[in-house]
């Protein structure tokens, strides 16, 4: 009897912690021709580099080079102001999904 295969699931890095998850978990962030912007689909075209959800990683992204020297770009101001409403998209979804405190 045959055991049923499992399904592969891709595996991605953090480009700041450099952590490993699973591709659809991490946040995906691509240089095309018009500036830095991030790719909810995970497919579209351009290099791509990929952020887990910790508020430090956004962090460290917003303030230092690391996701500029992964997508071997500048960053520009307007790029910067993209990736800090994404930021605070994200953490806005995280704090919604987590579990509420009850009160008594």
């Keep these: 009897m045959t055991t049923p295969s499992r399904k592969h699931v891709p595996v991605r890095m953090c480009v700041v912690c450099r952590e490993h998850g699973g591709k659809r978990v ?4 691509v240089r095309t021709a018009g500036g830095v912007v991030v790719d909810p689909t995970g497919k579209m075209n351009g290099r791509g580099a990929y952020l887990c959800d910790k508020a430090s990683c956004w962090q ?38 987590a579990p509420q405190e009850t009160r008594r």
């Design 26 to 29: 991490l946040t995906r962030v």
């Design 60 to 97: 460290r992204v917003l303030t230092s080079d690391v996701l500029a020297r992964a997508l071997r770009a500048t960053l520009t101001s307007q790029d910067r102001a993209r990736l800090t409403e994404a930021a605070r998209q994200a953490q806005l979804a995280l704090a919604s999904a």
